[in-house]
């Protein structure tokens, strides 16, 4: 059974940072493209960016050059750096895994992505 669990979330002010961690299990890590998506209240479900398994990342215009991704083959684990977080970041965040030979070019597209976590939530305040 695949798992993913998502931690790392909570409360910053405006201009601080944090980082998530998303620990997978039950399915062959390095195999799998990871990506990062979040939902902010009212909104749909966005991209915010992803990790191929040979560690490429790309992420979404609104998050580039505060984000960054990195991920640990070794722990099967993936990890989202936040910095100069803004209210605007406020939103459920979820990480998600595909399969490598199904993600092709289409990694921001969520529904390319096999499993998910449950999410977690992470609020800037201003």
């Known amino acids: 059974q695949v798992q993913l669990q998502e931690s790392g979330g909570g409360l910053v002010q405006a201009g601080g940072s944090l980082r998530l961690s998303c620990a997978a299990s039950?399915?062959?890590?390095?195999?799998?493209?990871m990506g990062w998506f979040r939902q902010a209240p009212g909104l749909e479900r966005e991209f915010v960016g992803v990790?191929?398994?040979?560690?490429?990342?790309n992420f979404a215009d609104s998050v580039k050059g505060r984000f960054s991704i990195s991920r640990d083959n070794a722990k099967s684990t993936v990890y989202l750096q936040m910095y100069s977080l803004k209210p605007d970041d406020t939103a459920v965040y979820y990480c998600?895994?595909?399969?490598?030979?199904?993600?092709?070019?289409?990694?921001?597209?969520?529904?390319?992505?096999?499993?998910w976590g449950q999410g977690t939530q992470v609020t800037v305040s201003s």
């Open positions: 990790v191929t398994s040979g560690g490429t990342t």
């Open positions: 039950g399915l062959t890590f390095s195999n799998y493209v």
């Open positions: 998600a895994a595909g399969y490598v030979g199904h993600i092709g070019s289409d990694y921001y597209a969520g529904s390319r992505y096999s499993y």
